[in-house]
């Protein structure tokens, strides 16, 4: 697991936060005629096991998202979740209903959540390969909803036993009459967030 931060190198991270997850608003707010914006994202380098007290997420709430491995010079996993009550507002803002509970999820509220996260996670990546220059290529990602440690546990095990790093960022999302929190998650391979910091000279 990576040593507690330093401010610069949180600093730094918050910055490419802001400007991967920034872009993906305005994506997002192209793709859906919805003018989306963005609160400062909090770095949150962590173990795997804290994550959902750190998120205030109870262990048994339902989550959904994306999980993708991604593949290039900084190689790991990316995720992007959203509550439950956040991915509610989401379906009511975008396709004008939202599921009962995990049972009711079906193609289109699937597909919602695969499009708004996939935005999110490339946009991000996008924003680290323009300011390091790596090669970054996303798979084909993996809807996921379950109970927040569920999940959780699917997406950090490999963590818990050394084998990966644990970045963490929590971030609002504001449209004029809504508010909705969403989780970007990415593991690096044990490593690679050193070389991330040594590319941009800290």
Not at 22 to 40: K, M, R
Request: net charge negative.
């Amino acid at each position: 697991m990576m040593n507690p931060l330093s401010e610069l190198r949180a600093d730094a991270l918050r910055e490419l936060g802001n400007i991967g997850l920034g872009g993906a608003v305005t994506a997002l707010s192209d793709l859906t005629g919805v003018l989306f914006t963005l609160e400062a994202p909090q770095v949150l380098p962590v173990e795997g096991t804290q994550l959902p007290q750190v998120w205030q997420l109870a262990p048994e709430s339902p989550v959904v998202g994306t999980i993708s491995r991604i593949t290039g010079d900084w190689p790991g996993e990316g995720t992007f979740l959203f509550p439950w009550d956040s991915a509610c507002v989401l379906w009511q803002l975008l396709v004008q209903m939202q599921p009962n509970g995990l049972a009711d999820l079906n193609e289109l509220y699937q597909s919602v959540i695969n499009e708004v996260s996939n935005i999110m996670l490339g946009n991000y990546l996008r924003a680290i390969s323009q300011m390091t220059g790596f090669t970054l290529n996303m798979e084909p990602p993996a809807f996921a909803a379950d109970m927040a440690m569920a999940v959780l546990s699917s997406v950090v095990v490999e963590a818990m036993y050394g084998q990966r790093e644990v970045l963490a960022i929590e971030t609002a999302f504001k449209t004029p009459h809504h508010q909705f929190t969403g989780y970007f998650l990415y593991l690096p391979e044990v490593g690679n967030l050193e070389k991330l910091f040594q590319v941009l000279g800290i």
